[in-house]
C-alpha cells in the first residue's frame, strides 16, 4: 500500500527524530510523522515518500506536575482509558473521551498526541482538553513552543505544528475557587459508543461557596472547521447559580457560536440541536455532581 | 529498497524478517503464510486483521511491519496446543458461534485477551471486547456466550479446591 515510501525511520530520541525529518525534507518528498497509524495509514497519502515513527521516542507517560498533568504525546488512547488517576481526574471526562476513540484495537494504536495533530474537526480528546484549558508542547528545530489547545486548531486537518512534533499535552491544576468546588462532564453522540462523533461536548462549572458560578468551560467538536470553545455561552453562566433555567439559555446560546457542515452523519441543523443538547445534558451533569459533593 | 531486519517473536518463535519501508503487519504475515490473520477492509473497521500485540489486540492492517520489531506477536496459528484445541476455540465450537469462519480468529484472539485481564468479565465486557470485530453472519450472541462459557470452564481449571472456597469465603 505504501511501496512509494523510501524510508521508515525509528529515532529513540526527539533531537533525532528532529534532525532525521529535517534531512528527508532536504532530499525532497513528502514526510509525515506517524505513531498508532490509525489516521496516516487510512488516508492512506500516496505522495508520502518518507515517515518518521515516534513511538521509540520516551513520550508514553501519564503524570502529575505542578498540580495538573504532563501527558507524552504517544500514550495510547488505552492508556488514558485505564488510567485509575486520570479516571479520577475532571471527573474522568478525559479518560471517558478517550475511551470512545475507536474500537478496543484502536485505542490500543491510536496516541493522544495523534489525535490532536491530526486535527479532525471530530477529534474526541479536543473538547475535555480545551474544558481543561490545556496545551501543547511542539519540539522544531527552533526549539520549544507550548500553544494553548484553543489556537493550536487551525482548520480542518490543519495545526499551528508548522513541521514541528507534539511531545506533550500540558493540563494545568483547574482554578478552583477557595472553599468552591467545580465538576466536569464529557457527551458525545455517535451511533454508537465508539463512532465518529456527530457531535461531542465537554464542560467543566465551577462554583464558589454560594453555590454560584465562578467559571464555565463549554468545548465542541465536530460542529465547526476545528472543536472550539463557547465562550460566549461560558459568560453566561458566570455569577449565576447554576439551575435549569440559566444551563437552558447557554445551551441555547451555543448555536449561534458554531459552523456546523452538513454530511452523511448529519445535517447542519441537525448538528445545531443536537449540541444545544448535548450541552444541556453535559451542564445537568455538572449540575447534578457538584449538587452531591455538597 | 531500503530493506530492513525485523525480529520478531510469533507464536513462542523467534522470526527475522526483511521488510520494505512501507510493508504492513497484516501484508507480511500473510506473506510469511499465517493465513489466520485475514484481510478485510485494510482501513481499521472490521478487525479481522486482528492479532495480539504484547498481549494487546492490535489491528495489523494499521501498522506497519517495522513497528513490530522486538516485538511479542500472537496470531490465532498460536492459540491451539498442538491439535489440541484452546478451550475458548472449544467453546466458540459447542456454541455454534462460527459461521463463514473469516472473523472467528480475531474474535477469538480479542476475547483471550480480555479472559488474561479479567478472567469473569461480564457481558457487557465481552461486548466491548468484540465492538471492534465486525461478523456479517450471524452476529455476536453465540460468541458472547461461547466467551462467558469458556471464562466459567477456565476459571474452574485454574483455581484448586481450595483456592475456590477461599474465594467463597470472601
Known amino acids: ?294 | 529498497m531500503n530493506e530492513r531486519e525485523i525480529h520478531v517473536t510469533v507464536n513462542g518463535d523467534t522470526r527475522s524478517w526483511s521488510v520494505a519501508p512501507g510493508e504492513l503487519l497484516l501484508d507480511v504475515l500473510r506473506r510469511e503464510a499465517y493465513w489466520g490473520v485475514k484481510r478485510g477492509c485494510e482501513t481499521g473497521e472490521c478487525g479481522a486483521c486482528a492479532v495480539l500485540l504484547d498481549g494487546q489486540p492490535v489491528n495489523s492492517c494499521l501498522m506497519f511491519a517495522a513497528q513490530a520489531d522486538g516485538r511479542r506477536l500472537l496470531t490465532i496459528e498460536g492459540v491451539a496446543h498442538g491439535d489440541r484445541l484452546d478451550p475458548l476455540q472449544e467453546a466458540f465450537l459447542d456454541h455454534g458461534a462460527v459461521q463463514c469462519g473469516y472473523c472467528t480468529p480475531a474474535m477469538v484472539l480479542c476475547t483471550r485477551a480480555l479472559l488474561e485481564r479479567r478472567a469473569d468479565p461480564t457481558e457487557d465486557e465481552v461486548r466491548e471486547a468484540l465492538s471492534g470485530v465486525l461478523c456479517r453472519c450471524t452476529g455476536y450472541r453465540k460468541p458472547v456466550e461461547a466467551v462467558l462459557a469458556a471464562a466459567k470452564t477456565r476459571s474452574a481449571a485454574a483455581k484448586p479446591k481450595s483456592a475456590r472456597r477461599k474465594g467463597a469465603a470472601r
Open chain 1, 1 to 294: 500500500m505504501f511501496d512509494q515510501l523510501r524510508a521508515f525511520h525509528r529515532p529513540t530520541t526527539i533531537a533525532q527524530a528532529l534532525r532525521v525529518f529535517r534531512t528527508e525534507r532536504r532530499r525532497g518528498g513528502r514526510g509525515a510523522f506517524v505513531a498508532g497509524g490509525t489516521d496516516v495509514v487510512v488516508v492512506g497519502d500516496r505522495r508520502l515518500r518518507y515517515l518518521v515513527d515516534v513511538t521509540n521516542l520516551p513520550l508514553r507517560y501519564i503524570r502529575r506536575r505542578g498540580g495538573g498533568w504532563a501527558i507524552g504525546a504517544t500514550s495510547r488512547m488505552a492508556d488514558l482509558e485505564h488510567s485509575a488517576q486520570l479516571r479520577r481526574f475532571a471527573d474522568g471526562a478525559l479518560a471517558e473521551a478517550a475511551g470512545t476513540c475507536g474500537s478496543p484495537q484502536i485505542r490500543n494504536m491510536a496516541t493522544i498526541g495523534g489525535n490532536l495533530a491530526n486535527a479532525s474537526p471530530a477529534c474526541d480528546t479536543a473538547p475535555p482538553l480545551l474544558a481543561l484549558d490545556a496545551s501543547v508542547v511542539v519540539a522544531g528545530p527552533a526549539g520549544r513552543r507550548t500553544v494553548p489547545l484553543d489556537r493550536f486548531f487551525r482548520g480542518v486537518n490543519r495545526t499551528a505544528l508548522d513541521g514541528g512534533l507534539l511531545i506533550e499535552i500540558l493540563i494545568p491544576a483547574p482554578p478552583i475557587p477557595r472553599r468552591g468546588r467545580a465538576a466536569w462532564s464529557f457527551q458525545k453522540l455517535g451511533r454508537l459508543k465508539s463512532d465518529i462523533a456527530v457531535v461531542n461536548a465537554a464542560t467543566g462549572v465551577a462554583v464558589d461557596q454560594s453555590g454560584r458560578c465562578a467559571w464555565a468551560r463549554i468545548a465542541l467538536g465536530a460542529v465547526a472547521p476545528t472543536p472550539l470553545r463557547a465562550r460566549r455561552a461560558e459568560a453566561l453562566l458566570v455569577g449565576r447559580v447554576p439551575d435549569r433555567a440559566a444551563i437552558a439559555e447557554a445551551a441555547a446560546r451555543v448555536a449561534a457560536e458554531l459552523k456546523p457542515v452538513s454530511d452523511v452523519r448529519g445535517t447542519a441543523d441537525y448538528r445545531r440541536e443536537m449540541s444545544r443538547v448535548l450541552v444541556a445534558r453535559a451542564l445537568e451533569e455538572c449540575a447534578g455532581r457538584l449538587g452531591r459533593s455538597s
